[in-house]
């Protein structure tokens, strides 16, 4: 942990000058970026990003890719503006047109991941961790070549062991609201219910945190022993959702989730079964 108004150093710092790091802002102005931002990245890059790590002619690198489809631009957008670092790449002509933000090497030991240790902040998937752990281990370790590489490293950071440890992380709410904006859906059904849904591969303490922080007792589903879901639509439920996106003051959601969770809102407002409970102005 770094000790207040400094970024811990991550391994050793390449020499070679980057042409975007004139783009980069002050370490004081970074750290002056609200933690909830971090966090929000953080749960954002465990639903849908991947720290790729690429063997080439016997060498070895590494980079952080948040990869959405191109209707998604106004999040990577939102991110790239707030750090300053980061690379946009648009697909258009694919099958389907894709937009990437892509964090290279450097920008990740100098920035992004010292301002994660120095907020307390870490992934909260299984996969994503690993790929951290992998990550951190190329760094400290200063590897170069793939001969040096392990197939798994050792653990930065353990994952807690009960639902109720990950509600007391101190990111965990602002955390939900990014892996929200990756993973999560607003909807009507046909039959006129309201729905908030998560939905990711198995995470079954992670799924539990969730139905502890929205209070409910609604049951997670597990689909083809693949992916795990969870999903409110009762009023109270619905009120729980309504109560933390638009009250509690978290990071809010960015986006076309954020456009998303507008209309649903309206929607439910003009429900007779939802129609009276307390919304946003």
Partial sequence: MATQGTLPVIGIHSSRSLSNRSKWLSESEYLSIPKSFFAFLAGFIDADGCISIKRDR?????????????????????IQSILKFGKIYTYPGRKSPTVKLVFNKTELQELLFPLFLHHGIF??????????????????KNIKFDSELLLSA????????????YVKLPFFKDWIVGFTCGEGS???????????????????????AFRLVFNTTRKITIDQNLYMQFGV????????????????????????????????????RNSSRYGKLNFPC
């Fill in 123 to 140: 992934f909260l998937t299984e996969t994503r961790r690993a790929q951290y752990d992998i990550a951190m281990y190329i760094l400290q």
């Fill in 58 to 78: 016997g060498y070895v690198t590494f980079s952080l890719i948040i990869s959405l489809h191109i209707d998604d631009t106004l999040i990577i957008n939102y």
């Fill in 233 to 268: 639509s009762s009023k109270s439920d619905i009120q729980g959702v309504i109560n933390f996106f638009s009250f509690s003051g978290y990071h809010p959601l960015v986006g076309n989730k954020s456009i998303q969770y507008s209309a649903w809102l309206e929607k439910l």
């Fill in 186 to 208: 607003f909807f009507m059904k046909q039959n006129n219910d309201g729905c908030f849904q998560l939905k990711q591969r198995l995470h079954s303490l992670l799924f539990e």
């Fill in 154 to 165: 050792p653990v930065i950071q353990e994952l807690p062991t009960r639902a109720e440890d």
